[in-house]
């Protein structure tokens, strides 16, 4: 009897060491606690992979977004620094313009060779032995001075004897304003043309190009008139006879053309 008791205890003690083992073992891939873990799993690895995607998308689009903004303040950097030296090249223009007209006007020679040069019927040069600046300075006293015929003669042959001048350009203009105050249409448009074709690189292409669509306007081509005007506002927005070529517009369409 003894002997069976301690059988039983001992069978009794195998028995809970087998289920001792069995709880601490790994439960099996069937298992629902290790499916559910599993699937947990997953789930938190697109999650990550949604998220760390996401954020790359956001930095990259924060990088462009610098990108074009840097472009953006480079361009504006860069039309200061033109303008800041546009500004500059002008009031030297400026300076240089004012010290002519006073060394001509001291030398007192200008207004006489410009009377001779019209007693010889202005096949000559106002200044025979004057350089290009000291001839263009007499032709555009006379221009100012309101002698248009003698200035219209004094700056075509400005532009036969310096056609390489630095002043060509601007000779070519004041040829045309001297005959546009005149009234002669025609050939103040043919001369502003020539700026605009010939002198690409001018400051006068902005006043050019006015004068072209107030010569069209005089001579009643109205679409050609718009046209001129148009590129003024265009191609010159910035320019000081932008201005002009608005109002020249408005008045056209006022007036029903």
Known sequence: MHSLRRSAAFALAALFAATLIGCASTPGPDDPVTIKLNDLDRRLERI??????????????????????VRSLRG????????????????RDLYADIDRRMKALE???????????????????????????????AAFDLLKAGDYD???????????????SALADNAQYWLGESYYVTRNYTDALKAFRVVVDRYKESRKLPDAWLK???????LKNWNAARDALNRVGKDFPDS??????????????????
């Open 150 to 164: 003698k200035a219209t003669a004094a700056f075509k042959q400005f532009l036969v004897a310096f056609p390489q």
């Open 48 to 69: 990550e992979r949604v998220i760390s995607n996401q954020s790359l998308l956001e930095l990259s689009q924060q990088l462009q977004a610098l990108q074009t903004e």
């Open 240 to 257: 000081s006879v932008a201005p002009e070529a608005t109002k020249r517009l408005q008045k056209m369409k006022d007036e029903g053309h």
């Open 212 to 218: 072209i669509g107030y010569c069209q306007y005089e």
């Open 76 to 91: 504006s950097l860069e039309e200061l620094q033109f303008q800041t030296d546009k500004g500059k090249t002008q009031q």
């Open 107 to 137: 030398a007192g020679t200008a207004v006489g060779a410009g009377e001779a040069a019209a007693g010889a019927g202005g096949s000559a040069l106002l200044v025979p032995s004057g350089s290009d600046r000291a001839n263009y300075q």
